[in-house]
């Protein structure tokens, strides 16, 4: 059974930057897309970037808010998925979860709307943006 571990949150300043992993145990993450979601205090969840599996072209998805800031990428050789913040804003505090669903070749982009529905979630860590 899939199970995801996230970590690398943390308090940072404003312009700071922060490096999110997602490790899996129990499968290997080389065969999901990945997806990274937040949800702030009072807020809904929302999707921030998700990625393809390698054999689909590795693709990457990201909301608006955090294009030019954020870069996920996947290192299949360590099973983990990375989360590249940088020139963070108060806005983006949050709790930030990594999500995996099985993907297959033909799935050339993912969806981050399918990959909250049916993905398996980790617990979450917390990223703080303040001064």
């Known amino acids: 059974q899939l199970q995801l571990v996230e970590s690398g949150g943390g308090l940072v300043q404003p312009g700071g930057s922060l490096r999110l992993s997602c490790a899996a145990s129990g499968r290997t993450l080389e065969d999901y897309a990945i997806g990274w979601f937040r949800q702030a205090p009072g807020k809904e969840r929302e999707g921030v970037s998700c990625i393809t599996i390698r054999s689909a072209g590795g693709s990457a998805n990201y909301t608006d808010s955090v294009k030019g800031r954020f870069t996920i990428s996947r290192d299949n050789g360590k099973n983990k998925v990375f ?3 940088n020139s963070l804003k108060p806005e983006d505090t949050a709790v930030y979860y990594c999500v995996a669903l099985f993907s297959t070749p033909v799935q050339r982009e993912c969806v981050m709307r399918v990959l909250a ?3 398996s979630w980790g617990r979450g860590t917390q990223v703080t943006v303040s001064s």
Do not use: I, R, S, T
């Open 117 to 119: 529905e049916f993905g």
């Open 83 to 85: 989360l590249q913040m």
